[in-house]
Structures are given as C-alpha cells and as structure tokens.
C-alpha cells in the first residue's frame, strides 16, 4: 500500500501528498464514481487483461430484473474490443464492502443486465450515443468501422447472454479480507467471470486541500477456472426463456491448470523485443505491429473457422475460437494468438510464436523477431490414453507435411502438449504491409495457408472417425 508522495518543484518547494479516506475528506461514493467516470484510465483495465484502444461508460444506468426490482449499477462500460464490464464504488466504511455483500451484490446486477432484451440493453448502453436502436450501433459509435463492429456486437451479444462479464470493485481503501473473499469467489463459484478489487485512493498536501491527485492500484483478481456456463436466453418475441447448460470436462481443466500458466516479465520483454525486431525488419512501428495482432486475435474469435473444425475436431470437442492466458488475453507459453477447438483433442493454435522456453522448438526467424506458426495442440492424458503419437495417422501426418513444406517449415518437438509446428518467419508474412489493416489480412491469409497445409491431406479426420468408431473420444 502507497501512503504518501513527493511532487517535487524545479524551484525546490516540495510538497508531501498523504493519503486519505474520502470520509476524511467529506466526500461521498458519488465523488469517486464521478471522478472515475470522467478519467477511465484509473480503472487501470490493462491490468486485468483488457488492452482496448476505446471505452464507453455509463452511469447509474437502471436495470430492471426478471422480479421487476429496480437495479442502479454506478458505472458500466463496453469496449472496441467486445468487453463489458459493471462497476461498483464503495467507500471505506460501508458495510456493503465486508464480506461477500459486495460480491453479490455486483453479480446480482449482472444477472440482471444479462436478462434484458437487446433492446432494453441498447437503450442502457446508449447513454451519450444518440441514434443507437442496435448493439452495432453502439459498437460503431466506438470502433468506427461497420465491418469490425459486427463481430464487436457480437461479442457483446455473447458474453451478456453467457454472463461473461468483468466485474470491478473500487473503493478508496479495501477493508481487510476482501481480498480473501475476492479470491474465494474463484474457488466456489462455476462461472466464467472475473472479479477484481481497485483501490483509487485520494491524495493531499493539507497546505493545499484543493488539490486532490487520485491513484489506482488493482489489489485483487479471481483466477476463474471456467467449468460449467449457464445461458439463459429470452425469445423477444414471445418473452419466454430458455436455459443451456454446457460444462467443461475434467481434460479442459487439466488444461488451463497445468499448461495456462501466468506469463512472466520475461515473457513480455520476449514479445516486445520480437516485435521491435519485427518492426525493424518490414519497416512499419512496433506499435502498429502490437496493434494488427491484438486486432487479428480478437477477430479470429468470432471468425467462421468450420471449414477447419471439420476437418480435425472430434464430436466431444466445443467448436470456438479463444484466447488462453491470465494476464494478456492470448498470450502464453511463448505464443500469442488463437486457439481452435476445446478440449484438446487435438486443438490448433494459429499466430504468433516468439520464444521457444516452453515449445522447445526454435524460431524459424529466430533472429527475426519469431515466426508466424500453426501448432497442434494436444491434452497430454488423452494423448497417452490413446497412443497419438504413435497413431499412424499422426505420423502419416508428419510425414507428409516434411515432403511438401515449401516456404514453411515443419518442426516437431519433446513437449507432448505442443508435438508438431508449421512455421515460417513472421517478417516474411508481413513484408511488404502498409498498413493495420494490411497486417490483418496477412494474418488471415497466412492462417488459411497453414491450416491448409495441416489438414488438407485428412489424417486428422481420420484419426478421429477411427477413435470415435472405436468409442474413444
């Protein structure tokens, strides 16, 4: 915990800043609400893993639940990038902050949100965006591009009816235990939310009690491991619900605990010096570059990829684009990029590879900022349970791909979670862009090449159509 700053003068006056309660200072929830909502940037959203360019907020916006009882969540918000989150300002001393009251209090307002028609939620997210009767609009209103706000819309179609949702609790000082109750939540709770904690603490030079400079420190986070979804869906035209219930198996979990692992600084210096090399190479700023990738990610979310499925996708296995990581969305394992199909039986990650320390497989472009890679992915107790590394139909595979790989190159590897990489540098892929935008298409156009490449010759298929005939999917 930070308790007092230094702003320092060229003249030699200093003044010490202490920090304060807002009850010191006779302020309300309703200042730190506002102040939040004028400066969004102290939700310090990079933190919990939300890099966006653009945010929308709305304050005490009212939602009515499925009892009719009138819900007031002190500040919403939508991103470019297909997020949405509710946030709940408590001050140090409300009683509401001890405990779990909070936390249901917080969840139970996205119960709510999550029940509306689309037509109720437009008409809440549209506060300070005229003409928006769609989510499109609304989504248009904050990336600016028609095409690109379809598959935002969607995703916040998706993530309201699924409850996926970010959930911020900011106060000036959080009470002992919240932390504990935080982190509990992730524990005991079966659904796919994130919860976290931010301090936004006010502070003052009592010579100068005008002046007020605002810190944001996140202290808390849930570390959710998704196992079971409830979709509550409600027809606009009759009013009636639906309700779908989908849960992970015991192979998905065994994923994301022993191969989602946290990424380290190291890990983020590798990926910035790989873009920077990149940069250098094709000539284009690394901050376009970082731009394109995240773009490409988020796209490839909510891209049709069946064609792909089809061919390699067991009849057990969830049919969706994700990314993995806890940190940065996408980013894990030395990769950055998107993963096809859940669980992995097998799953196909296609993107961006820059560093070896988990793969044990180099970089093609080693000295050329990392390659751009299509990886087979596979959960390492359903592999041994049936032999896939030893299956005909992986090592025809294999085989095949090392005869034909012209400008890629084919690698396999000792880590039996990630057994065969196609790869080619990712400075060769895109040379010659111009653009953002440009960057994206290369990427698409490279993933579409590569995942051609893997399953055109249907060993994949195969392999599967065997092991279900067999009853071991």
């Known amino acids: 915990m930070i308790d007092g700053m230094v702003k320092t003068r060229t003249n030699g006056s200093d003044q010490t800043l202490k920090r304060k309660r807002l009850g010191e200072l006779r302020l309300l929830e309703s200042h730190l609400e506002d102040v939040i909502f004028r400066n969004h940037e102290l939700l310090c959203l ?4 939300l890099f966006v ?3 929308h907020l709305v304050r005490q916006g009212r939602v009515q639940d499925l009892m009719g009882h009138q819900k007031y969540p002190d500040l919403m918000f939508l991103t470019d990038r297909g997020d949405v989150g509710i ?3 408590k001050r140090f001393g409300n009683r509401e902050l001890r405990g779990r009251s909070v ?7 996205g119960a709510a949100l999550g029940s509306l028609d689309e037509r109720s939620q437009v008409e809440l997210f549209s506060q300070g965006l005229p003409g928006c009767t769609r989510l499109e609009h609304v989504a248009l209103k904050l990336v600016g591009d028609p095409n690109r706000a379809r598959w935002v819309a969607q995703s916040y179609r998706n993530r309201l009816s699924q409850g996926q949702l970010h959930y911020i609790i900011a106060c000036d000082e959080a009470p002992e235990g919240l932390s504990e109750w935080i982190r509990s939540a992730s524990r005991n709770d079966a659904t796919d939310y994130q919860i976290s904690v931010l301090e936004v603490s006010p502070f003052q030079n009592d010579e100068y009690p005008e002046d007020i400079i605002w810190l944001s420190q996140p202290i808390a986070r849930t570390e959710t491991i998704h196992r079971t979804t409830v979709e509550v869906i409600r027809n606009d035209d009759s009013g009636q619900l639906s309700v779908n219930i989908s849960s992970e198996s015991p192979d998905t979990i065994e994923e994301r605990a022993e191969s989602d692992q946290p990424l380290g600084a190291s890990g983020q210096r590798k990926f910035k010096n790989g873009i920077e090399t990149v940069a250098e190479e094709i000539g284009l700023p690394s901050e376009m570059i970082h731009t394109a990738l995240k773009s490409a990610n988020q796209q490839g979310v909510s891209a049709d990829w069946e064609w792909a499925y089809d061919a390699f996708a067991n009849s057990e296995s969830e049919r969706i684009a994700f990314l993995r990581g806890k940190r940065i969305l996408g980013m894990v394992e030395g990769r950055y990029g998107v993963n096809l199909a859940q669980p992995w ?3 196909v990650f296609v993107g961006y590879y820059f560093s070896s320390h988990d793969h044990s497989i180099q970089p093609v472009g080693k000295g050329r900022g990392g390659d751009f890679s299509i990886i087979l992915d596979v ?16 090592r025809s595979l294999c085989h095949r791909l090392t005869q034909q790989s012209g400008e890629w190159t084919v690698s ?15 400075a060769d892929v895109m040379k010659g862009a111009v653009d953002e935008s440009d960057m994206v298409n290369r990427w698409f156009s490279a993933a579409k090449e590569g995942l051609d490449m893997l399953l055109s010759g249907r060993e994949l298929q195969a392999l599967r159509d065997r092991l279900e005939d067999e009853g071991k999917v």
């Not at 936390?103 to 307002?109: A, C, E, F």
């Not at 396999?412 to 990712?426: D, E, T």
Request: proline share 8%.
């Open 46 to 49: 990079e933190r919990i893993g």
């Open 53 to 55: 360019d653009s945010i």
């Open 87 to 89: 946030v709940e300002v």
């Open 103 to 109: 936390i249901s209090q917080i969840l139970d307002y």
């Open 345 to 347: 039986r097998p799953s």
């Open 379 to 394: 959960t390492k107790n359903w592999g041994q349970r049936n032999s896939f590394w030893e299956t005909p139909e992986y």
């Open 412 to 426: 396999q590897g000792n880590n039996l979670w990630h057994p065969l990489m196609i790869h080619r540098p990712m």
